[in-house]
């Protein structure tokens, strides 16, 4: 078994969120690069790439539903902040409760859309071709 050629902690996560952000021009502030990295480490820093992907692609549409949550939304999002002791800031908390349990974002609907498009054709072909 191979050996990995590099250790995943803050620094290379940071590293590699920036990196990801930058080649495919997200214009993520610094700020909120720290809690995709911040979130990451909380779950799982295995899981780092598909989280890297999935935050980054939905987070302006996901930051625009939080600029409109109410007091009482960021109420609740407070009150699972001081149950999780605080590893997770309430901006960060919101963004996970958004991205899982939200409505699909428009960049998610439009990849299930594409894919559920791709899979029917598929099968017109393959009726046509058998038939």
């Known amino acids: 078994m191979s050996q ?9 996560l940071l590293d590699y969120v920036s990196r990801e952000n930058t080649h495919h021009k997200w214009h993520i502030t610094d700020e909120n690069i720290q809690r995709i990295v911040a979130i990451i480490e909380y779950f799982d820093v295995n899981l780092y790439r598909p989280m890297t992907r ?34 997770l800031d309430r901006v960060s908390i919101a963004i996970l409760l958004e991205v899982f349990d939200g409505d699909d974002t428009r960049q998610q609907y439009e990849s299930q859309t594409s894919s559920t498009v791709e899979e029917q054709l598929a099968y017109i072909r393959n009726i046509h071709k058998d038939g």
């Open 4 to 12: 990995p050629t590099h250790t995943i902690n803050h620094t290379f």
């Open 54 to 87: 999935l935050l980054l692609c939905n987070w302006h549409e996901i930051s625009e539903r939080l600029a409109r949550y109410t007091d009482k939304q960021w109420h609740s999002i407070e009150q699972i902040e001081e149950e999780i002791h605080k590893k």
